[in-house]
């Protein structure tokens, strides 16, 4: 089936690699010619383990450009493009409408296209996309068949080509079989798992055929914003439970296995921390209630998660300050940027807030990350950090490490070699990732969440 997706950010790239692989042939589209350039060559434009060997295994069925081609024939179109957040917290759609107009310039007569909103877009999107391409297709008297259709995605960054090809299930939201049936016939090898597996993102065992969802692309739309809204609940209420652990002197982790084996309840999200960042909880938790406002309708549970996230990472700065009594003159060094480990993305980085408020409190910072520096060192030059080049240079002259980033090498870290390098013995683990018992033993004051 011709695919083309516009926009090649996180859930455009993997999306169109997938489909790429999986047999579809696909033109991805994005305005900067640099990233085009870049995925021509072979070059993943994003860290995301398995994509750049997938891009390159199914190069043949994929095409780059900066430019939306003719849309004829029968086809599907993706509207992957960035909705970053309004002043009011509702999601800003100026993209979104952008890629729909231009969508709507290039269908060519006799065209029997899905339009497929695959951004996270608010309720009533299709609707509104919908309506975009009807009057410009009305004003230039062309005559086809377009539908549009809400199908959301439901990747997590770091594992994101698995999540694209071995999804729990896959979601259309639309209002006409034909609509549906299309994107059916496109999804139809992931539903039916009749590819061969790559290599770099195996199947899981006793993997189950994922189900498919059909519904009205408003339920489609709402079921997005409800999953991200109770997964960042979930994390901020087993982080609340941390800070009353820590006061009656309970492990948070037992607390979590524990309660985690309840199948009602299950072990995923159940990791306390510095708390949930990156792009999709904050912005989708805020858009959620703008769109709930709008309705005059309060949303109580979701706004106290959002608000447990926040005091989450203050948290960790005022559990620094209990142990260093001042922070002003000591050197802090921070284990990982990214918000979350096998990613680059630094989008509301938490490691971003630690820097912010040590930097105010008068803290010398240093920083490590096996993957995100070279983005940290783009997108925010004016950092006040020193960047170093493995965890033992980091540890030079430190009166404390703070594990930030989940990043699965920070669980094999030298810490002897880093505790000889050290100024001080602090090692606080805001991602409760390190075994507490190997920390002391190298000589190390381990303090985690919630234990």
Not at 21 to 43: F, M, Q, S, W
Not at 110 to 125: C, H
Not at 177 to 195: C, I, K, R, S
Not at 323 to 350: E, I, M, Q, S, Y
Request: net charge neutral.
């Amino acid at each position: 089936m011709n695919v083309t997706i516009i926009g090649t950010g996180y859930v455009g790239l993997t999306t169109g690699v997938a489909l790429a692989y999986l047999g579809h042939r696909v033109t991805c589209v994005d305005k900067n010619p640099r990233i085009v350039e870049r995925l021509a060559k072979g070059e993943a434009t994003i860290h995301e383990p398995g994509l750049e060997e997938l891009l390159r295994r199914a190069a043949s069925h994929l095409r780059f450009q900066t430019a939306i081609p003719d849309l004829k024939g029968q086809g599907v179109v993706f509207i992957a493009v960035g909705t970053p957040t309004k002043h009011n917290g509702d999601a800003d759609l100026q993209y979104v409408d952008a890629a729909a107009k231009e969508v709507a310039e290039r269908i060519q007569p006799g065209a029997r296209l899905v339009v497929v909103n695959k951004s996270t877009v608010p309720i009533g999107s299709a609707r509104h996309v919908e309506g975009i391409i009807r009057r410009s297709l009305e004003g230039r008297g062309t005559e086809a068949q377009v539908w549009v259709a809400s199908n959301p995605e439901f990747l997590a960054e770091g594992r994101a080509m698995h999540d694209t090809l071995y999804p729990d299930r896959v979601v259309i939201g639309a209002d006409d079989p034909a609509a549906v049936g299309l994107l059916h016939d496109l999804y139809a090898p992931l539903l039916e798992q009749t590819f061969a597996p790559p290599v770099e993102t195996p199947r899981p065992e006793r993997y189950a055929l994922p189900p498919l969802i059909t519904t009205t692309p408003t339920s489609a739309e709402l079921t997005k914003y409800a999953a991200n809204a109770f997964l960042a609940t979930k994390i901020s209420f087993i982080n609340e439970f941390s800070r009353l652990a820590e006061h009656v002197g309970a492990d948070i982790t037992e607390v979590a296995r524990a309660i985690g084996l309840d199948t009602r309840i299950g072990p995923k999200f159940l990791q306390a921390g510095i708390g949930w960042g990156g792009s999709c909880f904050g912005k989708d938790t805020r858009a959620i209630l703008a769109t709930a406002k709008s309705y005059d309708y309060a949303m109580p549970i979701v706004e106290s998660a959002i608000l447990v996230n926040e005091r989450q990472r203050l948290h960790v700065i005022d559990k620094l300050q209990r142990h260093l009594k001042v922070l002003r003159g000591t050197t802090v060094g921070l284990l990982g940027l990214a918000f979350k480990g096998n990613t680059d993305d630094l989008r509301d980085a938490p490691a971003l807030t630690l820097i912010e408020h040590l930097h105010e409190r008068g803290a010398v910072i240093k920083v490590h990350d096996p993957v995100a520096m070279d983005n940290a060192r783009r997108l925010y030059p004016e950092l006040p950090v020193t960047y170093c080049c493995d965890p033992e240079a980091l540890a030079a002259g430190c009166d404390a490490l703070v594990v930030v980033t989940d990043w699965p090498e920070y669980t094999r870290l030298p810490l002897g070699a880093m505790k000889a390098r050290m100024k001080g013995e602090l090692l606080l683990d805001a991602r409760n990732l390190l075994n507490p018992e190997s920390a002391r033993e190298a000589g190390l004051t381990y303090v985690g969440i919630g234990r």
